[in-house]
């Protein structure tokens, strides 16, 4: 039984996503407790309970939430039930999540995170667009089971970085230059300034370009691209015989005041709109943006070779809204073009208000007067940030965003005054004056953010232009394609030693089995394939990887960087350094290990936990002078532990050979 609920400050049921047991067990609570009679579960979708069942039930423990969070800053994060059955909370933009479920605890507050990141991604700030929009919902949906399917079978995704797909120096320029030439053209033919193109291959990093003055492109954004061109590519007719069978068990989303016909019917409707398409059908299902969702999340190409999306990118509230356009340049290769559509003066303001915002909110239920006051400061400091992008952006601001923001200013000022008013008299009867004016100043707000950042009309900008340097980029790699298609289903094996000499180096390596190495400072990978079939790795399975990597994060967390251990055929280690930007090895004094109980799970779809524990360790060192590295090896078991020791050194000191950047020999240990 497994389901995801997202509520609003007023407990209504935002976005949930369950499967049938869930369902039926709801349906039973909703009996039991007189909230559905027989005649009225007849009624009822086979698949869907209303929106308002789910809110009654569980606003007793969401209300719960809100008061442990607002007024006493100690909210839940988990509950076991007697049954085995585990519920995990969290919080963003004053909006409740919860997941239930009978998975490990750990895993179900990484995949909770991972939906509010994905809901960030595609709503933004503005959580509540996901219940009036069936196809953000189904968006949400879809790349939540991506991620879930790729952290099963990906190394890339389960340790949180970016695989680089291993080619040569000629084949990475040329690539390169592909991706230089086509912005060339974008912003000759176009109003696009800041753009970045990047080039994936399965879930593989083959080449970036990104334009001076555009935001940087953070790994956690490449891993969300590479997410979102799994679930582009994804269509019915591709699915095999279990994954159809897989579709009848998925989860379920449940939408107010809405059903949903049952699976069967969802299947053979979209597999026949899919098999031969009018233009009509492409109209239907993808609506006035050409890019909605088909069924149960299953996505497809519009006509035209592009499938397009607005998001929201970066972290840190440094963020940019962006029209992005994947482009199938061949079975399995994808280019992904992102154009910033508004200055970050207007996307970032208008983000870090809805978050100073929620902080507002928390501190008046506190009465927190004094923390209170700084945050209305920081309040009144995002909008006028927002604003002044607004008159940066003159030429590209409309009528009804001029209107619009006009509206806020005057709402702004009215609620201003009275922050002014309550900081003079402390009378609590200005909070209730505001709180009843502040719902009209939010929607204003959430309005401004629809027209600006996420106005769907910002997707066909220059869309012919990108069309056709879509086709170019396609024609230009298509000596190469198959040569890269081969490349990512075989990056490197440790079997390969003899036809591929990038790998000659690992011949100096006995009894190493399997490694993944990644640079934490950009969050790269590089890892060999592993060969199933050669004798050495024939009782290496996935399953022992994924264990290790999971193991080794356990005595990450408990602050153990260091950790060496054996099974019946394999020794396995994991290190993780810190050095300084010459390359020296930074060790550290501090005993942190309470703090590092509190960063979660490490990663960096959920922020970037790497920095987070160097700044912990190190809070002397400038980010930007510090480099994070990481290293897990599989050796034969008979590898001894200076063995093992000897081969990661060396390892760590030469894998440049293989990512094609030098680097300096480090003490691991």
């Known amino acids: 039984m497994r389901g995801i609920l997202v509520f609003d400050h007023l407990n209504d049921v935002l976005f949930s996503k369950c499967n049938k047991k869930f369902v039926r067990h709801i349906k039973k609570l909703a009996k039991s407790q007189g909230l559905l009679s027989e005649s009225e579960d007849d009624e009822e979708s086979d698949d869907s309970p209303s929106a308002n069942i789910v809110m009654q039930l569980f606003s007793p423990i969401v209300t719960s939430q809100h008061i442990m969070a607002s007024q006493f800053g100690n909210s839940y994060t988990s509950m076991k039930c007697e049954d085995g059955t585990n519920m995990v909370f969290d919080e963003f933009m004053g909006n409740t999540f919860i997941y239930i479920s009978t998975k490990e605890i750990d895993l179900m507050k990484r995949t909770l995170g991972i939906c509010i990141s994905i809901i960030r991604l595609i709503c933004g700030p503005d959580v509540s667009s996901l219940k009036s929009s069936t196809q953000k919902a189904n968006l949400v949906s879809s790349l939540l089971d991506a991620w879930i399917h790729l952290r099963e079978t990906e190394q890339s995704f389960l340790t949180e970085a970016v695989e680089q797909l291993s080619v040569n120096i000629d084949l990475a320029s040329s690539t390169l230059k592909v991706l230089t030439d086509a912005a060339d053209k974008l912003k000759a033919q176009s109003e696009f300034s800041n753009i970045h193109l990047l080039i994936l291959v399965e879930q593989k990093f083959v080449s970036l370009f990104s334009s001076k003055n555009a935001q940087d492109l953070n790994a956690s954004d490449i891993l969300m691209m590479i997410l979102m061109c799994y679930v582009a590519n994804k269509n019915e007719s591709s699915l095999s015989l279990s994954e159809q069978k897989d579709i009848q068990e998925r989860d379920i989303l449940l939408r107010p005041n809405s059903s949903i016909p049952k699976n069967e019917d969802l299947t053979s409707s979209s597999s026949s709109l899919l098999s031969n398409p009018t233009s009509e059908d492409i109209q239907n299902l993808f609506g006035d943006s050409r890019y909605s969702s088909i069924s149960e999340g299953l996505y497809t190409f519009a006509e035209d070779g592009l499938y397009s999306q607005l998001v929201l990118l970066g972290s840190d509230e440094n963020f940019t809204a962006n029209a992005i356009h994947i482009s199938k340049l061949a079975e399995g290769i994808n280019l992904v073009t992102i154009v910033e559509v508004m200055n970050s003066g207007i996307s970032c303001g208008l983000y870090n208000c809805f978050y100073h915002l929620n902080i507002i909110n928390k501190l008046q239920l506190q009465r927190d007067m004094d923390d209170l006051r700084s945050a209305v400061e920081n309040l009144e400091t995002s909008i006028k940030k927002t604003i002044d992008g607004i008159k940066k952006h003159r030429a590209y601001i409309n009528n009804d965003i001029d209107m619009c923001q006009r509206r806020l200013q005057v709402k702004w000022e009215f609620v201003r005054k009275k922050y002014i008013d309550l900081f003079k008299s402390r009378d609590p009867d200005f909070i209730i004056q505001i709180e009843s004016n502040i719902s009209g100043f939010i929607e204003t707000m959430k309005e401004l953010f629809r027209l600006t950042c996420f106005d769907k009309n910002l997707l066909r900008q220059g869309f012919d232009v990108i069309t056709t340097v879509s086709r170019l980029v396609s024609q230009k790699l298509n000596d190469f394609s198959d040569f890269l298609k081969v490349k990512a289903l075989n990056n490197f094996s440790l079997g390969s030693r003899t036809s591929l000499t990038i790998n000659k180096y690992l011949e100096e390596f006995p009894g190493l089995v399997h490694f993944i190495y990644i640079d934490r400072t950009n969050h790269r990978l590089t890892a060999p394939t592993v060969d199933f079939t050669n004798s050495e790795t024939l009782q290496l399975t996935t399953a022992k990887i994924w264990t290790m990597i999971e193991e080794s994060r356990i005595h990450l967390q408990e602050g153990h960087m260091s950790v060496m251990w054996k099974d019946t055929t394999f020794n396995y280690a ?44 190190f ?5 930007n002078r510090m480099r994070i590295y990481e290293l897990y090896c599989v050796h034969l078991g008979l590898a001894t532990a200076s063995c093992v020791l000897e081969h990661s050194r060396r390892l760590a000191a030469t894998i440049w050979e293989v990512t094609g950047l030098p680097n300096n020999p480090v003490d691991i240990i």
Not at 575 to 589: C, I, M, Q
Not at 619 to 623: A, C, D, F, L, N
């Open 574 to 617: 994991y290190f993780l350094w810190f050095e300084d930007s010459s390359g020296t090895p930074l060790k550290n004094k501090e005993y942190v290990n309470h703090m590092i109980k509190n960063f979660g799970v490490p990663g960096i779809l959920c922020g970037d936990y790497y920095r987070k524990i160097a700044s912990a360790y």
């Open 619 to 623: 809070p002397k060192v400038s980010p």
